[in-house]
């Protein structure tokens, strides 16, 4: 992509109604725009991330035999009647009528649709275990949206549903969820720490949350000290049952078997929640297969969020510095970003020729070429925080090398135009 055709509106003042790190950077980096209270438009940049991680989120729901679908976002207000949960939901529901005077809402989450087209379709045990998963749009309005996308009113969510026979088959698809988690965080680059959980509205009995530890999370997560020596690798659900690693609503002071240094608070993004609650839905919506033996029976479900445009801002706020956002290799926007930092024609025509070099070798690659000073374009792609940045320069000119500069570590090295290309194939 060439930056001069491009659809990159950064700024170059901090907006003040940003309080966190994320929220201004991606205002300052052109990925998002506020639309209104809690309610965004994806700009190109943002987009592009928002996708990879759509697509990584979704390669690994994929891989434990989950079929993606995509539910309405409208849903009729009598599907939540029929669950019980249409007056429990409060205000956060947005409802709508539609021109029949029908009551209808804005979906903020989809347990209700997703088993009313299961129980359309499935009738025998045969026919189970199921999951279904979506990435798609939710409106819930939130009291207090804020930090930008951090905390949406509208905001995108990748929602996995189980079905399965028996209570022993649910824990088995809640393990393998649980476990899709943990390869989808590392995958994305981040540390997301596994927490046991209150279900809350979603009701149930088994739950867990994945936070990413940050100072600007909203909340509170509580563990043993000796959580902090787990490495990622042994997270499993049977190790971390015997650890005290819980989130703020499951943490009560008289009962904590944990006290003194050995009780460690700090604050947590959270980027995932899954929960277990049995025939919850199966029975208040009916929804009943034949089983081995013949008779009917209630199949056990669960349910999975992971917060995706969550994730972006959640990303940001663990990967940056003081000039702005540093991607990880996997979802950043482009992979390369490469400069013409002196704008003349010997350097313009080398520059294109390596752009060119780069596109056909499938590198995704951004090209500044606009006819702006050097430090602006430094300034902007430290900025938009693109894993590599590739310089022509006056060395370029008299030593045929340009410059190759990390923008995790800051780590420079000088390459001919020959050896930069198969860096990074
Ligand atoms: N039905 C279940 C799971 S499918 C559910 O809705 N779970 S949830 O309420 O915990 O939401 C799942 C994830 O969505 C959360 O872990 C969080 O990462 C994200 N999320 C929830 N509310 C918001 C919001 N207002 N803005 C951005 N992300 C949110």
Same mark, same amino acid.
């Given at each position: 992509?060439?930056?001069?055709?491009?659809?990159?509106?950064?700024?170059?003042?901090?907006?003040?109604?940003?309080?966190?790190?994320?929220?201004?950077?991606?205002?300052?980096?052109?990925?998002?725009?506020?639309?209104?209270?809690?309610?965004?438009?994806?700009?190109?940049?943002?987009?592009?991330?928002?996708?990879?991680?759509?697509?990584?989120?979704?390669?690994?729901?994929?891989?434990?035999?989950?079929?993606?679908?995509?539910?309405?976002?409208?849903?009729?207000?009598?599907?939540?009647?029929?669950?019980?949960?249409?007056?429990?939901?409060?205000?956060?529901?947005?409802?709508?009528?539609?021109?029949?005077?029908?009551?209808?809402?804005?979906?903020?989450?989809?347990?209700?649709?997703?088993?009313?087209?299961?129980?359309?379709?499935?009738?025998?045990?045969?026919?189970?275990?199921?999951?279904?998963?979506?990435?798609?749009?939710?409106?819930? #309005?939130?009291?207090?949206? !804020?930090? +930008?996308?951090?905390? =949406?009113?509208? *905001? $995108?969510?990748?929602?996995? @549903? %189980?079905?399965?026979?028996?209570?022993?088959?649910?824990?088995?698809?809640?393990?393998?969820?649980?476990?899709?988690?943990?390869?989808?965080?590392?995958?994305?680059?981040?540390?997301?720490?596994?927490?046991?959980?209150?279900?809350?509205?979603?009701?149930?009995?088994?739950?867990?949350?994945?936070?990413?530890?940050?100072?600007?999370?909203?909340?509170?997560?509580?563990?043993?000290?000796?959580?902090?020596?787990?490495?990622?690798?042994?997270?499993?659900?049977?190790?971390?049952?015997?650890?005290?690693?819980?989130?703020?609503?499951?943490?009560?002071?008289?009962?904590?078997?944990?006290?003194? #240094?050995?009780?460690?608070? !700090?604050? +947590?993004?959270?980027? =995932?929640?899954? *929960? $277990?609650?049995?025939?919850? @839905? %199966?029975?208040?919506?009916?929804?009943?297969?034949?089983?081995?033996?013949?008779?009917?029976?209630?199949?056990?479900?669960?349910?999975?969020?992971?917060?995706?445009?969550?994730?972006?801002?959640?990303?940001?706020?663990?990967?940056?510095?003081?000039?702005?956002?540093?991607?990880?290799?996997?979802?950043?926007?482009?992979?390369?970003?490469?400069?013409?930092?002196?704008?003349?024609?010997?350097?313009?025509?080398?520059?294109?020729?390596?752009?060119?070099?780069?596109?056909?070798?499938?590198?995704?690659?951004?090209?500044?070429?606009?006819?702006?000073?050097?430090?602006?374009?430094?300034?902007?792609?430290?900025?938009?925080?693109?894993?590599?940045?590739?310089?022509?320069?006056?060395?370029?000119?008299?030593?045929?090398?340009?410059?190759?500069?990390?923008?995790?570590?800051?780590?420079?090295?000088?390459?001919?135009?020959?050896?930069?290309?198969?860096?990074?194939?």
């Amino acid at each position: 992509m060439r930056l001069s055709q491009y659809f990159l509106p950064t700024l170059k003042e901090t907006p003040s109604e940003a309080q966190i790190a994320s929220h201004r950077l991606m205002l300052r980096a052109g990925m998002i725009n506020q639309t209104t209270s809690g309610i965004y438009t994806w700009l190109p940049l943002g987009e592009l991330v928002l996708k990879r991680i759509d697509q990584i989120v979704a390669e690994e729901q994929d891989r434990i035999g989950c079929f993606r679908i995509t539910m309405p976002t409208i849903q009729p207000a009598h599907l939540w009647q029929e669950s019980g949960r249409y007056d429990d939901y409060g205000k956060e529901m947005l409802r709508i009528k539609d021109r029949h005077d029908r009551e209808m809402l804005y979906g903020p989450t989809h347990e209700e649709v997703v088993t009313d087209v299961v129980r359309q379709y499935v009738s025998s045990y045969r026919q189970l275990p199921l999951c279904l998963y979506q990435i798609h749009w939710k409106f819930r #309005d939130e009291i207090r949206p !804020r930090f +930008g996308v951090m905390r =949406g009113r509208e *905001f $995108y969510m990748k929602d996995a @549903y %189980s079905f399965d026979v028996d209570a022993a088959s649910a824990r088995v698809s809640y393990e393998k969820m649980y476990n899709a988690y943990l390869r989808t965080f590392a995958r994305l680059g981040i540390k997301a720490v596994p927490m046991r959980a209150d279900s809350g509205a979603i009701g149930g009995d088994l739950s867990h949350e994945f936070h990413v530890v940050a100072d600007t999370g909203e909340s509170a997560v509580y563990y043993d000290k000796t959580f902090e020596s787990i490495t990622e690798a042994d997270y499993s659900m049977e190790k971390l049952s015997k650890l005290y690693a819980v989130s703020d609503e499951k943490h009560d002071p008289d009962t904590c078997p944990i006290s003194g #240094d050995q009780l460690i608070s !700090r604050r +947590g993004i959270e980027v =995932g929640h899954i *929960f $277990y609650f049995g025939t919850k @839905y %199966s029975k208040s919506m009916n929804l009943k297969v034949t089983g081995e033996d013949g008779k009917p029976i209630y199949p056990e479900m669960g349910s999975y969020g992971i917060g995706v445009s969550r994730l972006v801002a959640a990303i940001i706020e663990s990967s940056h510095d003081e000039h702005g956002i540093i991607w990880p290799e996997q979802v950043a926007p482009f992979r390369v970003g490469l400069i013409d930092a002196k704008n003349n024609s010997e350097t313009q025509a080398i520059s294109t020729q390596l752009y060119e070099k780069f596109k056909n070798a499938g590198v995704s690659v951004l090209y500044d070429d606009r006819d702006e000073r050097a430090g602006i374009k430094f300034s902007d792609i430290d900025l938009i925080g693109l894993p590599w940045q590739v310089i022509i320069g006056g060395k370029t000119l008299t030593n045929g090398t340009v410059e190759v500069k990390n923008r995790s570590t800051g780590a420079r090295e000088d390459l001919s135009l020959d050896e930069v290309l198969t860096k990074f194939l």
